[in-house]
């Protein structure tokens, strides 16, 4: 072994032929879009992240929009934020934006169900 050289078991000639070996791919931590679930456009054509249910509106002194599927990743800054505009991904579910209420306290008919008293009121009422 010559003094300054490094033995290395590498053939240079397999090196020659493979170039692209030795370009390391950095691996990423994190993807670098944190605000969506899945790629923007992966959802159905036409629809945006403005008419999906799942579009939080966080108010401080300006209003920022989130997705709330990904709620545990919140940051305070902007790698979180979603633009209305965005196209919809694959978590996309359409928005109610109108609910009607239905109450059953009024579908009986008088005295179809007896009169309940509550214990306290029975027990007032014996003195």
Known sequence: MTPGKINTCIDKDWLAAHPDFLIQVSKVKHPTDRAHPYPPGSGP???????????CERHF???YFKCHVLMKFWTAGPGTDI????PACLCWEPRIDKVELVSTLTRHRPGQFPAQESPMYRRLRRR
């Open 45 to 55: 054509p036409g629809q945006t992240c403005g008419t999906c249910a799942k579009l």
């Open 61 to 63: 002194s300006k209003t």
């Open 83 to 86: 633009r209305k505009k965005d």
